[in-house]
């Protein structure tokens, strides 16, 4: 009889108030891949932390119910206790690690758990090997690519030998590549040493092909099942089941296999549409009327031993809305930086409206080019929203309430009481956006501003940067994020160790390439989002 690996019996958690997790009682077997789905702020995060005592035990609350690891319970055990049962792989990889060398982290574990010199050195060979590790073993972590990093994370998670290991959005940092291999590997954890692995992701389109069953956390409430079954129901689901329900395809197909098996007449109905709705015209590339608003030539950015910008020229005018997409390393953020002025930049020249920003006052630099980066929460100081709002209207020479009224205008029922570590992943980026927006900057940069957005929160992004766009501003946006790119770009542009590999069309580029290329094209080439599908399908209706 195949046993419980991780078992959930009546719990209920609170911090305060309103329960976040509410009764909730599910159980995942031995060698289980298991996705755990729901909206932003929904309690994934709180749930996997349960798992090992995390919750309540560091973060305070109320906890009710039974939690089982491999048959032990829980409540009473520390992390620590639990280690030889459970592993835990938070977000940042970064923030976890003890130590500074590849070799030495994975045998920290063992360690601390006194292994054996010998058994150690074995245990630690095995998760090299398992890992894909062997060509980085003996390197910095400092050194490492993002999905490099990611893999150190879980090794080190599975030197102490778990059952279980629970991972919160393993992949949101990293390009397409990096997270099929960081997926691979767990699909053979779970396949080759029958480990059971319970994992949150808001990009389940990368999720889903590994994936043998689901949770869906929503409003407290926990519901267990097939992959198929959860998707079918869940208020957040990848592009593939969004266009299988638009079509009435049975299931919904869950992956781009099955959907393909059922496309054929839905490409009919689209080709004879195809003459009077063109796909992609609600992402069109403006005409370059006027002089352009950015105009950067051969930018060099250099860091000890490494060029991150080799000599990038980019010319972009207003209202373009500009996708910065490569493998993680590629240069990306630092060509951000160094636009807006507060970076390093080696050589080259930046031009905002005819000025360079690094050669302004912070204060006027802001007024050119504003920079949202990859946490937004590192642009928030204050207490409150409103003292948030208030320092931002200073600082921008802004009139009283404007920050506060640009907030409202992005985002709906923020308390201005609220701390804004407080808020969610939605209002926070929504205030860090506010207050770049109160200097009015022509040109917006930033810098994956989807990690920890659900499907609706990514729509609802795109749709205000649109606006932005629409408005006169230049959006540019460094992003990992193939679906949201299919929502937001008008432009793609691809780099590559420091240097533009591509530069065109948002269609023309992603439908080219198989790693950037969104669900929707995979199936129904030349159409890249169910919105224009939709649209397609109701004119040639009406």
């Known amino acids: 009889m195949i046993s419980d690996a991780i078992a959930f019996e009546h719990v209920t958690f609170a911090y305060e108030g309103a329960p976040v997790l509410d009764d909730v009682t599910f159980a995942l077997p031995e060698g289980e891949f298991c996705l755990l789905v729901g909206p932003t ?52 990889p970064l923030a976890g690690f003890v130590t ?41 972590l400092a050194q490492l690519s993002s999905g490099q990093r990611q893999r150190v994370a879980i090794g080190a998670a599975l030197v102490a030998g778990p059952t279980a290991l629970v991972l919160d959005e393993p992949t949101s940092a990293l390009d397409p590549t990096a997270a099929d291999e960081v997926l691979s590997a767990l699909h053979r954890l779970v396949h080759d040493l029958g480990i059971t692995v319970l994992l949150a992701e808001h990009r389940l389109e990368r999720v889903v092909q590994y994936a ?55 490409r009919e109905r689209l080709a004879e549409r195809a003459e009077t709705v063109a796909p992609g015209t609600d992402n069109p590339r403006p005409p370059q009327a006027g002089p352009p608003l950015l105009e950067a030539r051969g930018v060099t950015v250099d860091y000890p031993g490494v060029r991150a910008v080799a000599g990038i020229d980019l010319v972009a005018a207003r209202g373009e809305r500009i996708a910065l997409m490569g493998r993680n390393g590629s240069g990306k953020s630092s060509l951000l930086w160094a636009l807006q002025g507060t970076g390093r930049r080696s050589g080259g020249a930046v031009a905002v409206g005819g000025a360079d920003p690094a050669a302004r006052r912070p204060g006027e630099r802001r007024t050119l080019a504003g920079l949202v980066p990859a946490e937004a929460g590192d642009l ?47 209002q926070r980026l929504a205030l860090a956006l506010a207050v770049t927006l109160t200097a009015a900057p022509p040109l917006l940069l930033l810098d994956e501003p989807t990690r920890g957005l659900d499907y609706p929160g990514k729509a609802a992004l795109a749709a205000r940067l649109k606006a ?8 540019v946006v460094s992003t990992h994020d193939v679906e949201f790119c299919a929502e937001f770009a008008s432009r793609v542009i691809v780099l590559s160790d420091g240097e533009v590999v591509a530069d065109g069309p948002a269609r023309q580029i992603t439908a080219a390439s198989p790693m950037f290329a969104p669900q929707v094209e995979k199936i129904l080439p030349g159409w890249s989002t169910v919105a224009e599908v939709a649209a397609a399908l109701e004119s040639g209706d009406g």
């Open 468 to 475: 932005l766009a629409g408005a006169g501003h230049c959006v």
């Open 380 to 426: 928030l100081y204050a207490e409150t929203v409103a003292a948030e709002c208030a320092g931002a209207d200073e600082d921008g020479r802004a009139p009283k309430g404007a920050c506060a009224k640009i907030l409202d205008d992005l985002v709906d029922d923020v308390d201005p009481r609220a701390h804004p570590r407080d808020l969610s992943e939605g």
């Open 41 to 92: 702020g929904a309690g994934k995060s709180t749930l996997l932390k349960a798992v090992n005592g995390l919750v309540p035990r560091f973060t305070g609350g109320d906890m009710r119910g039974r939690i089982t690891v491999a048959g032990r319970d829980v409540r009473g055990a520390t992390p620590a206790d639990l280690a030889e049962v459970v592993g835990y792989v938070g977000q940042d």
């Open 100 to 140: 500074d060398e590849v070799e030495l982290e994975l045998a920290y574990t063992a360690e601390q758990l006194g292994v054996a010199p010998a058994a150690m050195r074995k245990r630690v060979t095995e998760i090299v090997d398992l890992l894909g590790l062997a060509d980085v073993r003996g390197r910095a």
């Open 212 to 266: 043998d069953s689901a949770l869906l956390l929503n409003d407290g409430k926990v519901t267990a099942g097939p992959l198929g079954e959860i998707l079918a129901r869940s208020p957040v689901a990848p592009p593939v089941v969004g266009l299988g329900r638009l079509a009435g395809w049975p299931g919904p197909p869950v992956t781009i296999r099955e959907a393909r098996r059922h496309a054929a007449p839905l």
